[in-house]
């Protein structure tokens, strides 16, 4: 057998394979995912006071009597929500815009009492039902680093000064834990009570003074997000 032949017999090989690939059919169908859709989720944040109710903002939460003697106390709270779809797992508490009608009274009102509020069962190391209040005042003039002169006090004005830098953050349970501090749909409010006191040794110099700030809260899905907080800044999860 010359080679032409042979070549021949290999082409006429080829089709006929190919020609009986041709003799199979198969049955086939198909299905459609239709309009998919991506919408994001919502963080509604909303406060209330002992005056005012839910809304995006309240005022005079911390106001003293006009007659604010050396050495009284005074404390008032705010309570948070959230009213969007999606959880908030992380709040930050900052102080800005002091303000004083005498220089030095924000060095002589004292930061006293920083109590906020959780949901988590630190027996079972999960998320609870029952809101539990954890005073932490210790625990910020030990390692928030604002007691600046290592007195054990915190003035308002180191407190603002401090805030310029860094925020205080509020969680459910562990930073990490990722769940809720703030629920969605308004559910579970988690409250913030702060006191302060007139330094018992302030002088003369101060009657009728005024001092006055704003607390920006903020809420937030990650500890990492804006704005900084202190690197020591104790949560009751890590024992605090």
Known sequence: MNKKILASLV?????????????????????DSTGNTFTAGTLDLQVRDSDEGWGDSV???????????????????????????????HIRVKGINLDESVPGF?????????????????????????????????AIIQHYGMDTNNDGKITLNEFITWCQTYSMLFAEGPW????????????????????????PDAGND???ATASFDLTIWAGQSYEQYPPIWWATPSHGYGY
């Open 106 to 138: 924000a060095d002589h009102i004292f930061l006293k009492t920083v109590i906020y509020s959780e949901y988590w069962n630190y027996s079972s190391n999960a998320p609870g039902t029952t809101r539990n209040e954890y005073n932490i005042t210790n």
């Open 11 to 31: 082409i006429i090989g080829i089709l006929g394979f190919a020609l009986g690939l041709g003799t199979y059919a198969y049955f086939f169908d198909t299905a």
């Open 176 to 199: 990490e834990s990722g769940e809720p501090y703030l629920n969605p749909g308004g559910a579970k409010p988690q409250i913030l009570r702060l006191g302060f006191l007139f330094d």
């Open 206 to 208: 101060f009657q009728g």
């Open 59 to 89: 005022s005079g939460t911390w106001c003293t009597p006009s007659n604010w003697a050396p050495g009284e106390y005074f404390e008032a709270w705010i309570e948070m929500r959230n009213i969007g779809s999606i959880g908030v797992t």
